[in-house]
């Protein structure tokens, strides 16, 4: 039997978006899906974008924002709290200051206000409500490609294929069986030589996410001293992107010990790379030589 | 330390997804059109002006280099479409790798996680597109 397989991309969240499906009977139908999800977040989420729901929230009222937005600050504040800060999804003024301010279609600057934290955020999961005790410049920017990959694969899963690899800016996810009907085999970008491969792994129905200093410059804070990181990178595998998108966020800022505990006490699995190009990894790194 | 257990992130992320997904909260390609589309034609400081026609133009990034086809239609940007997307894998700097390194790259890679710079690649793409369809018509073939 023919294996198809079909590539193609499009631009959201400041970052393309990359889409491979194997044996897929209609694979247009499945990239609107993942395009689709990806406009949905980007409209609840997008901080540069002075319409998003994020940015028309009101400080001190209970609040009945949609799902998407309402889960994904759920997960955010449940990492941060996780992570005791080194994950922060309140981060919005120190990236602003640091220019980080622009919308990346439109080019209009944003600056946001606010001087609370996540932890002014009150969430009742029964109702899913929410409310702001103080104004807080919100940051999604590490979550929600993740969540994005997440809800697109929830949609996808349902559909007749193969396999499926969706790539938003490097952080990846993976279904199912490439075209050679094999678990997907993945190249960690390394940290310290971005043009080679710090290791090689064989994945399927994990998502694989990296954040790193190369990336734009060196744009991680560490949000406890509001220092640049001290990491060089850090990569995560996980069956949630947004989570493994968001820990890889906090696993760059750690020292390596604290950032490898992290991983191990929620569960994922990750590499990484120190300042001084020490490699450490979570016993149930498996890499793929 | 706090005493309090942290939620199993996981847990959260994977009910989260359910719930958002499982409500039907699906989007029309009509929605992303108004979020990306128009918000670049509005990017664009000669919105308007654009000679009609399409237009193919590649942006390049040390890590991939990105086609797109620029679609105009009654002097207006109508569609970016992505026609090809290349993802160098790292094998330019293949001497000076051990040789464990160099016995990864031979064997398939798939894909690669870490940022590619394929972002500013695609808008550096657009710029090149609408370059050609704010100039005369070429003669010289350039």
């Known amino acids: 039997m023919p294996v198809v397989e079909q590539n193609r991309s499009f631009v959201a969240m400041d970052t393309l978006v990359s889409t491979t499906f194997v044996g897929m009977s209609d694979p247009a139908a499945a990239f609107d899906v993942v395009r689709g999800w990806f406009a949905e977040v980007e409209r609840a989420c997008n901080r540069f974008d002075p319409a998003s729901e994020l940015n028309t929230l009101t400080t001190g009222r209970w609040l009945t924002p949609t799902p998407t937005l309402f889960h994904a600050l759920a997960l955010a504040t449940t990492i941060a709290s996780a992570s005791q800060g080194a994950f922060d999804p309140s981060l919005g003024h120190q990236l602003a200051g640091r220019g980080f301010d622009r919308h990346y279609l439109t080019g209009n600057r944003s600056t946001p206000a606010g001087d609370g934290n996540w932890r002014d955020l009150e969430l009742d999961r029964a109702s899913s409500r929410l409310r702001l005790r103080r104004d807080i410049a919100f940051d999604l920017g590490a979550i929600a490609k993740g969540f994005a990959l997440d809800l697109a694969a929830a949609e996808l899963l349902e559909a007749d294929l193969d396999g499926f690899a969706l790539d938003a800016g490097g952080d990846l996810l993976l279904h199912g069986v490439n075209h050679d009907g094999l678990p997907w085999r993945v190249g960690v970008r390394d940290p310290r030589q971005p043009r080679q491969l710090l290791t090689t792994l064989r994945v399927s129905g994990q998502a694989v996410c990296s954040s790193a200093g190369y990336r734009r410059g060196s744009h991680l804070l560490d949000p406890r001293t509001r220092r640049p990181a001290q990491a060089l990178g850090a990569t995560v595998v996980a069956p949630v992107a947004a989570v493994a998108d968001a820990l890889s966020t906090a696993a760059a800022v750690l020292e390596p010990p604290d950032a490898i505990a992290l991983l191990d006490a929620n569960g994922v699995n990750g590499v990484v790379v120190a300042h001084d190009g020490t490699v450490e990894s979570t016993t149930g790194f498996e890499v793929d030589p | ?142």
């Open chain 2, 1 to 142: 330390m706090s005493p309090k257990i942290p939620d199993n992130v996981l847990a959260v992320g994977a009910a989260g997804v359910l719930a958002v997904y499982g409500i039907g909260y699906a989007m029309t390609n009509a929605s992303w059109r108004l979020s990306n589309e128009i918000k670049l034609a509005r990017r664009t400081e000669h919105a308007g002006d654009y000679r009609d026609g399409r237009y193919r133009a590649v942006g390049t990034s040390p890590f991939g280099d990105v086609w797109v086809d620029v679609t105009v239609r009654r002097r207006r940007i109508e569609a970016v479409e992505i026609p090809r997307v290349t993802t160098f894998y790292p094998e330019s700097d293949i001497a000076a790798l051990p040789a464990e390194a160099v016995a990864r790259q031979s064997a398939g890679i798939d894909i690669v996680s870490g940022a590619t710079g394929s972002t500013a690649a695609f808008f550096d793409a657009v710029t090149r597109a609408l370059d050609q369809a704010t100039r005369p018509p070429a003669k010289d073939g350039r």
